[in-house]
């Protein structure tokens, strides 16, 4: 643990299924690269806290209009997202953590996609204002799922 650290101990540990054999792939643990699961994921939250950063805008999430949302990209963002509550609870129920590992590792892997693929900042702004609102749903549920880890999720790498 000290030479890796906490985070990357708590996902490798939670990352498989309580019954099957833990073979602890040390060289991958120690990668601070996109190859590394746990440093995936939160490179997403770090990622998406950047744009923040960058856009510099203060906004009432809650008050801003979707509707722009409509690539295929957005829409399958906004499902996956939905499915938070009902993924913590089958992993509860199951007491299957790696369920919330393969989640939380499914959203960054969306989330990387339709960053590489949409503009969020520069576009007209009431696009600009729906993409940040759905970045803003991605970074709480990316910390959420980390935080139910125990792992942190870092506002800078």
């Known amino acids: 643990m000290e030479e890796i650290g906490r985070d990357i ?9 309580p019954q099957s054999h833990l073979e602890f792939d040390m060289a991958l643990a120690r990668v601070q690269s996109l190859d590394n699961p746990a440093y995936y994921i939160q490179y997403a939250h770090t990622r998406i806290a950047s744009i923040f950063r960058k856009a510099g805008i203060e906004l009432d999430w809650r008050e801003v209009d979707l509707s722009p949302l409509t ?3 957005e829409l399958e963002l906004i499902k996956l997202l939905d499915r938070f509550p009902e993924v913590i609870e089958q992993s509860a129920r ?12 499914e959203v960054a892997r969306a989330f990387h996609g339709y960053y590489d693929a ?12 729906a993409r940040l609102a759905l ?3 991605t970074k709480t549920v990316i910390a ?11 506002e800078v790498m």
Do not use: C, N
Not at 9 to 17: I, L
Not at 94 to 105: I, N, V
């Open 9 to 17: 101990v708590r996902y490798f540990m939670a990352a498989r299924k």
């Open 144 to 154: 959420g799922a980390l935080g139910i880890l125990g792992m942190s999720a870092p």
């Open 118 to 129: 949409y503009r969020v900042l520069g576009e007209e702004k009431e696009v600009t204002h």
């Open 94 to 105: 199951e007491f299957g953590p790696h369920l919330l590992t393969d989640y939380a590792l």
């Open 135 to 137: 970045l803003a749903a």
């Open 71 to 73: 690539a295929p990209a």
